[in-house]
């Protein structure tokens, strides 16, 4: 039977996405604020409105995946969106937008800098890999083509996927995937220009958070001897996919064949494997190289008319087994994940401004947003005696939470704001792992 609902409408102070505490309880505890107030803009030396107001209030509409500057003018009606933010004032949309205009990329080092103090303190884990050469923590290094089609914004233009776009470049550490590093690209750009720098920059940012030994993982259009100079440099394993280029996979096969190790394959698979110090043509090379040849007769069942010869090579300054080495690399694949959270989980990858500089900045809040909504998520996980190896009866394991349900089942929560006793409440937050982000200055 159907239950007759009576609708009445009370006073009380109730909002949709209480769970934007959270962000700001975490937000409270870096130096942004003082840092972005201290910075002054020289076309706005004497803002109204702070630069921590504006930069906060866009963090906060990207954590609920609306990256939009229209976004928040339904929110300055809602006190809850300026409280739980500590806003002073709660920008217009053409304040945000005229704003992040004049910034242009003053507030790079701050955010970066900032975002990777806050995970240092308050990331529950950093997950490492574990190898026969000891327990690394993963550094993964790619590009990801943003879809701007049919639009008119600066830097548009042609990607590598065949659409028109832009090309950013992403660092992602530990298995948890936190966003350490970006640099936003045009779409036409090599992805190999400016990646020197940029891995320097990553490798910097990462030994910031982590004390771990770091272990770089690049797929092919990365393969340059700048990358493998600049990880050496910093001390830092690596693991790079080589291109190619004009070689012949029967040569690497026929090599294969004489010096590497069988691999037990399927019916109509053969492959080789196995680690060299010397070229094909017997030269020396300036790091061990593990490589694999695969010859296949059949393919799905149907028998081929000429077998099927691939070869993959890979870069690598560790001791270890050929396995080792291609199963590494292959998990560097994980992160095609974190690029379709940010682009769709988000809502990042079409960007709100015509300008390229204010959609590097807004890209970059994004980052912010997405390690904030990262640690929230993997804080989720952890039990109240802060074993994260535990889990609740209702919820199934898991080592990280993606940033959709993040987004859905902690910011988006309904609740009802309370004021007693000269305090605040938020009733519908009920989840006791998250207690230590209230308090300030805690970390774990």
Not at 222 to 241: L, Y
Not at 250 to 260: H, Q, S, T, V
Not at 314 to 342: C, K, P, R
């Amino acid at each position: 039977m159907l239950t007759q609902f009576i609708i009445k409408q009370g006073d009380e102070s109730l909002s949709s996405h209480s769970g934007l505490a959270l962000i700001g309880a975490l937000l409270s505890k870096t130096e942004l604020r003082k840092r972005l107030n201290e910075t002054v803009l020289n076309e706005c030396a004497h803002p109204k409105i702070s630069n921590a107001d504006i930069i906060f209030a866009m963090t906060g509409l990207i954590c609920l995946g609306k990256p939009d500057y229209d976004a928040i003018e339904p929110l300055r009606k809602n006190p809850f969106f300026s409280d739980s933010l500590g806003l002073e004032t709660c920008p217009s949309s053409p304040s945000i937008r005229q704003r992040i205009d004049m910034v242009g990329d003053s507030f790079d080092t701050i955010i970066k800098e900032e975002s990777a103090d806050l995970i240092r303190k308050t990331a529950p884990a950093i997950s490492p890999i574990h190898t026969s050469c000891g327990n690394f923590i993963p550094l993964d290094i790619d590009v990801s083509p943003f879809n701007n089609e049919k639009t008119q914004k600066e830097g548009v233009s042609r990607t590598y996927k065949g659409n028109d776009g832009f090309a950013p470049i992403f660092s992602y550490l530990g298995q948890e995937g936190y966003l350490v590093n970006l640099e936003f690209r045009e779409g036409k750009q090599h992805c190999q220009k400016n990646t020197p720098e940029f891995l320097n920059q990553s490798i910097l940012l990462s030994k910031r958070i982590t004390d771990q030994p770091i272990l770089v993982r690049l797929d092919s259009g990365n393969d340059s001897m700048d990358n493998i100079e600049c990880c050496v440099n910093n001390g830092v394993a690596f693991i790079i996919k080589r291109n190619l280029r004009k070689t012949n996979p029967n040569d690497w096969l026929k090599f294969a064949r004489e010096n590497g190790k069988s691999i037990p394959c399927r019916e109509g698979k053969n492959q080789w494997r196995g680690i060299t110090t010397t070229g094909l043509d017997g030269t020396p090379l300036p790091c061990p190289i593990c490589y694999e040849a695969t010859v296949r007769t059949t393919q799905k069942g149907q028998s081929l008319l000429f077998p099927e010869v691939s070869a993959d090579t890979y870069w690598v300054n560790l001791n270890l087994t050929t396995d080792e080495v291609i199963d590494l690399y292959h998990d560097h694949g994980a992160s095609e994940q974190f690029h379709s959270e940010l682009k769709t989980d988000m809502d990042l990858e079409r960007l709100p401004s015509k300008y390229f500089k204010s959609n590097a900045l807004v890209l970059l809040l994004g980052m912010l947003g997405y390690n904030l909504l990262r640690l929230c998520g993997q804080e989720s996980l952890r039990e109240d005696n802060g074993n994260i190896t535990l889990k609740p009866s209702y919820r199934k394991k898991a080592t990280r939470r993606r940033i959709r349900s993040v987004i859905l089942d902690l910011i988006y929560v309904a609740g009802r704001i309370i004021h007693s006793s000269r305090k605040w409440f938020a009733s519908s937050i009920h989840v006791p792992a998250f207690s230590d982000l209230f308090m300030p200055g805690s970390a774990h």
